[in-house]
């Protein structure tokens, strides 16, 4: 932008001091100085307007997600649906790293320990959600298995009991 200005200023102030404007060669170089001023300016122009457009871009899909459920949920400092974040991606992933059980449950120790490890930046808190517990209890893709087949008391296990699917 200084330099649009300096380059009006160059023309509006000192162009008919450097260019001889009495002489037919004088104003083809006064021409050719204004053509190429002009070309810059206009691909200035041109960027400008592309930052622009991004702008109004930016602006429209956060004026979407803002009014949408998720998006209220942030505005009004609510909790995000499960379904509406990255965890459920990320406690596949563990779930699927811990060794499983001859049932298929995988202990919740092992899933946490993947967590910690796979998605040290993944948080329950980022949205709006106490723990991990939370997270598998209000999903309906996990469940907790806190008893065996014969009633006993385990230590608690997760279980895949619908589709993690993540649109692929």
């Known amino acids: 932008m200084r330099e649009m200005v300096g380059l009006r ?11 001889d404007l009495t002489s037919l ?5 006064a021409l050719a100085d204004l053509q190429a001023g002009y070309d810059k300016a206009e691909r200035f122009r041109l960027e ?40 459920l991606g ?23 320990e993947q967590l910690s490890s796979l998605y040290p930046h993944e948080k329950p808190e980022n949205y709006g959600y106490a ?12 469940g907790m298995v806190r008893h065996d087949a014969e009633g006993r008391k385990i230590p608690p296990r997760v279980q895949l009991i619908g589709s993690t699917s993540r649109g692929e």
């Open 25 to 29: 060669e004088g104003c083809a170089l």
């Open 90 to 112: 990320a406690l596949r992933d563990a779930a699927e790293g811990a060794a499983p059980a001859s049932d298929g449950t995988v202990l919740l120790s092992a899933v946490l």
């Open 48 to 87: 400008l307007q592309g930052i622009g457009k991004g702008i109004v871009e930016a602006r429209e899909h956060l004026a979407a997600y803002f009014a949408s459920p998720q998006g209220q949920a942030v505005l009004l400092g609510g909790k995000i649906t499960v379904e509406s974040t990255p965890l």
């Open 131 to 142: 723990s991990w517990l939370q997270v598998i209890h209000e999903s309906s893709v996990f």
């Open 9 to 19: 200023n160059e023309w509006v102030h000192h162009l008919v001091d450097r260019f």
